[in-house]
């Protein structure tokens, strides 16, 4: 193949590779979609240059492959398009093994942290994302992308499914220990939890606001927000069911600078997020925020004086580590910076940084697991500058994933 072919493989590769999603999960989606529609527009704007010139040349063989989400319908090939040969795969004898749950080879499989594929061709429309739960695996599809075009779906152990809910219209969000489900659906925010039979069952309802998803669990409160334009989360806000009724007050998070939320600490009683060290004040420096979800959205601690933060944040589970993107360093490339929550807002420092454009997945409290762009896997520790290869039990050879956490 030559370095043309290879560029349009991978620009177009790139457009279908992810299916269409309809909310990403909280500690990724919230400020992510940016960097998705950027990086596409530039894919795309290459690749229709690169084209042109191939027809002038005489024209060159194009071959795709798709893996992973999008926020637009999955492209397929011509019926005559030659699939990509799979690349030889690096020996792995020597390296560390680990599992872990993640939907690969375009999400028509999950991947069992014991290595076992369960095929997903049971469930109707196109599978996106899902969580790990006592009882197997909540997995929502897409059947289209206007509202009410999701649905919900139970993997069980055995590879059967049950389909929890339908006429979905964001998807949903799980609580950390896996028990309780915010949802929108015909024009509610509803909060409900999985019984034992099987079943989801509705705790509380509100009329929903015009533009509005929900986005994370806090303790008691839901955090939903949209994009006003068109890129990553810029608008959020709070239900708190207990409360009763949704009363909308986005203006509130804009009036304390909050610029994004990447989660909840462990015990739900804080968001963590970056807000303006100065709001009101015209200054662009930001701040790592502690945030009230009960209180309208109320910064209650900012810790300054951090890498300025890009798009992406991951707070560990136990709500010991934040990894957040950042352009710590002088050479203008993204790194992850790490930050100790437990001295953050008395005495805030960097504690550590791996060479990561993007965070990936906490596996642990002090390890996380990223995807490389050789489709490789990397384990990074808190405390160590670089990351080790690992081989992930049952992984086919090729495909890009999509993790699934396990909640407790």
């Given at each position: 193949m030559t370095d043309?072919?290879?560029?349009?493989?991978?620009?177009?590769?790139?457009?279908?590779?992810?299916?269409?999603?309809?909310?990403?999960?909280?500690?990724?989606a919230i400020i992510g979609a940016a960097a998705v529609r950027r990086r596409r527009a530039l894919l795309a704007a290459g690749a229709i240059v690169i084209v042109l010139i191939a027809v002038v040349s005489g024209g060159v063989a194009l071959r795709s492959r798709g893996t992973g989400p999008a926020l637009e319908p999955p492209i397929s090939p011509s019926a005559s398009a030659e699939p990509p040969p799979s690349p030889t795969p690096s020996p792995t004898s020597s390296l560390p093994s680990i599992g872990m749950s993640a939907l690969v080879q375009d999400q028509t499989n999950l991947l069992t942290q014991d290595g076992r594929l369960l095929s997903?061709?049971?469930?109707?429309?196109?599978?996106?994302?899902?969580?790990?739960?006592?009882?197997?695996?909540?997995?929502?599809?897409?059947?289209?992308?206007?509202?009410?075009?999701?649905?919900?779906?139970?993997?069980?152990?055995?590879?059967?499914a049950l389909r929890l809910l339908d006429q979905l219209d964001a998807d949903i969000v799980v609580?950390?220990?896996?028990?309780?489900?915010?949802?929108?659906?015909?024009?509610?925010?509803?909060?409900?939890?999985?019984?034992?039979?099987?079943?989801?069952?509705?705790?509380?309802?509100?009329?929903?606001?015009?533009?509005?998803d929900p986005l994370a669990f806090a303790g008691s409160a839901v955090l939903i927000g949209y994009s006003s334009t068109g890129g990553g989360i810029d608008n959020f806000d709070v239900w708190v069911p207990q409360q009763g009724r949704y009363t909308p007050s986005w203006d509130q998070a804009q009036a304390n600078g909050i610029i994004s939320i990447y989660g909840a600490t462990a015990d739900g009683r804080w968001l963590l997020g970056m807000a303006l060290a100065a709001?009101?004040?015209?200054?662009?420096?930001?701040?790592?925020?502690?945030?009230?979800?009960?209180?309208?959205?109320?910064?209650?601690?900012?810790?300054?004086?951090?890498?300025?933060?890009?798009?992406?944040?991951?707070?560990?589970?136990?709500g010991h580590w934040l990894a957040y993107q950042s352009l710590e360093g002088t050479d203008g490339r993204w790194r992850t910076t790490l930050v100790d929550l437990t001295t953050a807002f008395g005495q805030p420092k960097v504690a550590g940084a791996w060479p990561l454009e993007y965070p990936g997945m906490w596996t642990g409290p002090d390890t996380m697991v990223t995807q490389g762009v050789d489709e490789r896997f990397y384990r990074y520790r808190v405390g160590q500058p670089t990351g080790e290869e690992v081989q992930v039990l049952g992984m086919p050879p090729v495909g890009k994933v999509i993790f699934v956490p396990v909640l407790s």
């Amino acid at each position: 193949m030559t370095d043309l072919e290879e560029v349009v493989r991978e620009a177009l590769s790139d457009r279908v590779r992810e299916q269409p999603q309809m909310t990403e999960p909280a500690s990724r989606a919230i400020i992510g979609a940016a960097a998705v529609r950027r990086r596409r527009a530039l894919l795309a704007a290459g690749a229709i240059v690169i084209v042109l010139i191939a027809v002038v040349s005489g024209g060159v063989a194009l071959r795709s492959r798709g893996t992973g989400p999008a926020l637009e319908p999955p492209i397929s090939p011509s019926a005559s398009a030659e699939p990509p040969p799979s690349p030889t795969p690096s020996p792995t004898s020597s390296l560390p093994s680990i599992g872990m749950s993640a939907l690969v080879q375009d999400q028509t499989n999950l991947l069992t942290q014991d290595g076992r594929l369960l095929s997903l061709s049971s469930l109707e429309g196109q599978p996106g994302r899902g969580y790990q739960i006592a009882g197997g695996w909540l997995v929502s599809t897409f059947i289209g992308v206007s509202a009410g075009a999701g649905e919900l779906w139970l993997l069980r152990p055995d590879g059967s499914a049950l389909r929890l809910l339908d006429q979905l219209d964001a998807d949903i969000v799980v609580s950390p220990d896996g028990r309780r489900l915010a949802w929108r659906s015909a024009g509610k925010l509803v909060v409900g939890h999985l019984d034992g039979t099987g079943t989801v069952v509705s705790d509380a309802s509100t009329p929903a606001p015009e533009r509005g998803d929900p986005l994370a669990f806090a303790g008691s409160a839901v955090l939903i927000g949209y994009s006003s334009t068109g890129g990553g989360i810029d608008n959020f806000d709070v239900w708190v069911p207990q409360q009763g009724r949704y009363t909308p007050s986005w203006d509130q998070a804009q009036a304390n600078g909050i610029i994004s939320i990447y989660g909840a600490t462990a015990d739900g009683r804080w968001l963590l997020g970056m807000a303006l060290a100065a709001p009101g004040s015209g200054g662009k420096d930001s701040c790592l925020a502690r945030i009230d979800p009960l209180n309208r959205l109320r910064v209650v601690a900012r810790a300054c004086g951090l890498p300025a933060p890009g798009e992406w944040g991951e707070v560990s589970p136990d709500g010991h580590w934040l990894a957040y993107q950042s352009l710590e360093g002088t050479d203008g490339r993204w790194r992850t910076t790490l930050v100790d929550l437990t001295t953050a807002f008395g005495q805030p420092k960097v504690a550590g940084a791996w060479p990561l454009e993007y965070p990936g997945m906490w596996t642990g409290p002090d390890t996380m697991v990223t995807q490389g762009v050789d489709e490789r896997f990397y384990r990074y520790r808190v405390g160590q500058p670089t990351g080790e290869e690992v081989q992930v039990l049952g992984m086919p050879p090729v495909g890009k994933v999509i993790f699934v956490p396990v909640l407790s």
